[in-house]
């Protein structure tokens, strides 16, 4: 597959927010900490008047990033030490999700919060607009789930109940998973396309299942269960339909930016108080 984007009129895609400043920062790799804090700073940049931000990322090393509200005894930690899987915590709710180096395609879509609707089915359905997008250019016949779906296992993003605001799915299948966190004056949508299903190893990040490798895969499917693209020209239709929904001009972090997301990284998303909390406690204080 040559080019995942051929065929496609950039007036046909182009989304209802492409008259505003947009920038698109192309794939990434950086560590855990340091994209969950990127995803906040680009927040605060574009809540401050600076340019809504699209972007793609991948994470390295290998990641788990827990929900916001996840309980650490879900984690086998040892095995994510020995493995050299990182842990973060997102802003999202939801369960955790193992990010592959190579089997996970991140994206996200940041804006001010006035600018969206308040509706939040609304919201996902408008920014999940050009994840559908890509998968179309990628031939793979997505979208999202008609009717919830039970849960396998609660504590993995991927194996709760599927729901038909965010969650995308191809041949029966998940192959995206999509949240929202908003801020008083910013919103931030992340998800996660599963370009390849690692199974063994994003059950294995987890403690206190018995869920096997074969449910886990017929539960959970990749790009390349329905696309011969690559990995890169996977990316690049992701990239592609987000720079032509937002009109968003090729771009990158300011050295500030960068500067305050390392600090953000280090002083919360890599730290035990933020990763390790126990919600139990938060919720006790509050």
Same mark, same amino acid.
């Given at each position: 597959?040559s080019?995942?984007?051929? $065929?496609?009129?950039?007036?046909? %895609?182009?989304?209802?927010?492409?008259?505003?400043? +947009?920038?698109?920062?192309?794939?990434?790799?950086?560590?855990?900490?340091?994209?969950?804090?990127? @995803?906040?700073?680009?927040?605060?940049?574009a809540?401050?008047?600076g340019?809504?931000?699209?972007?793609?990322?991948?994470?390295e090393?290998?990641?788990? *990033?827990?929900?916001?509200?996840?309980d650490?005894?879900?984690? @086998? +930690? &040892?095995?994510?030490?020995?493995?050299?899987v990182? %842990?973060?915590?997102?802003?999202? $709710?939801?369960?955790?999700?193992?990010?592959?180096?190579?089997g996970?395609?991140?994206?996200? !879509? !940041?804006?001010?919060?006035?600018?969206?609707?308040?509706?939040?089915l609304?919201?996902?359905?408008?920014?999940?607009?050009? %994840?559908? #997008?890509?998968?179309?250019?990628?031939?793979?016949?997505?979208?999202?789930?008609?009717?919830?779906?039970?849960?396998?296992?609660?504590?993995?993003?991927?194996?709760? &109940?599927?729901h038909?605001?965010?969650? !995308?799915?191809?041949?029966?299948?998940?192959?995206?998973?999509?949240?929202?966190?908003?801020?008083?004056?910013?919103?931030?949508?992340?998800? *996660?396309?599963?370009?390849?299903?690692?199974?063994?190893?994003?059950? $294995? %990040?987890?403690? $206190?299942?018995?869920v096997?490798?074969?449910?886990?895969?017929?539960?959970?499917?990749?790009?390349?269960?329905? *696309?011969?693209?690559?990995?890169?020209?996977?990316v690049?239709?992701?990239?592609?339909?987000?720079?032509? +929904?937002? #009109?968003?001009?090729?771009?990158?972090?300011? @050295?500030?930016?960068?500067?305050?997301?390392?600090?953000?990284?280090?002083?919360?998303?890599?730290?035990?108080? +933020?990763?390790?909390?126990?919600?139990?406690?938060?919720?006790? &204080?509050?």
């Amino acid at each position: 597959m040559s080019d995942p984007d051929a $065929g496609f009129d950039s007036d046909e %895609v182009r989304g209802p927010l492409a008259d505003r400043e +947009w920038r698109l920062i192309r794939e990434e790799a950086r560590d855990g900490a340091m994209q969950m804090a990127l @995803d906040e700073i680009a927040a605060e940049t574009a809540a401050a008047g600076g340019p809504r931000t699209v972007r793609v990322y991948r994470w390295e090393p290998s990641t788990l *990033s827990l929900g916001y509200h996840q309980d650490p005894e879900t984690v @086998d +930690w &040892e095995h994510c030490e020995r493995e050299d899987v990182t %842990v973060t915590r997102r802003q999202t $709710g939801g369960g955790g999700i193992y990010h592959d180096f190579d089997g996970d395609i991140s994206y996200s !879509i !940041i804006a001010p919060k006035a600018e969206l609707p308040g509706d939040l089915l609304e919201s996902y359905h408008l920014l999940c607009a050009p %994840v559908l #997008d890509a998968f179309a250019r990628l031939g793979v016949d997505a979208d999202f789930v008609e009717e919830s779906v039970p849960e396998i296992w609660h504590p993995a993003c991927y194996l709760r &109940e599927l729901h038909p605001a965010h969650d !995308i799915v191809a041949g029966g299948k998940k192959v995206s998973g999509n949240a929202q966190y908003r801020r008083n004056d910013s919103v931030v949508q992340h998800g *996660s396309l599963t370009y390849s299903v690692r199974a063994a190893e994003h059950l $294995g %990040v987890f403690a $206190g299942h018995d869920v096997t490798a074969e449910r886990f895969s017929e539960r959970v499917g990749g790009i390349d269960e329905f *696309s011969d693209a690559s990995r890169a020209e996977t990316v690049s239709a992701v990239e592609s339909a987000l720079a032509e +929904w937002a #009109d968003a001009a090729e771009g990158e972090w300011t @050295d500030d930016e960068l500067a305050s997301a390392r600090d953000r990284a280090e002083e919360k998303y890599a730290a035990d108080d +933020w990763v390790r909390r126990d919600p139990r406690e938060r919720s006790r &204080e509050n």
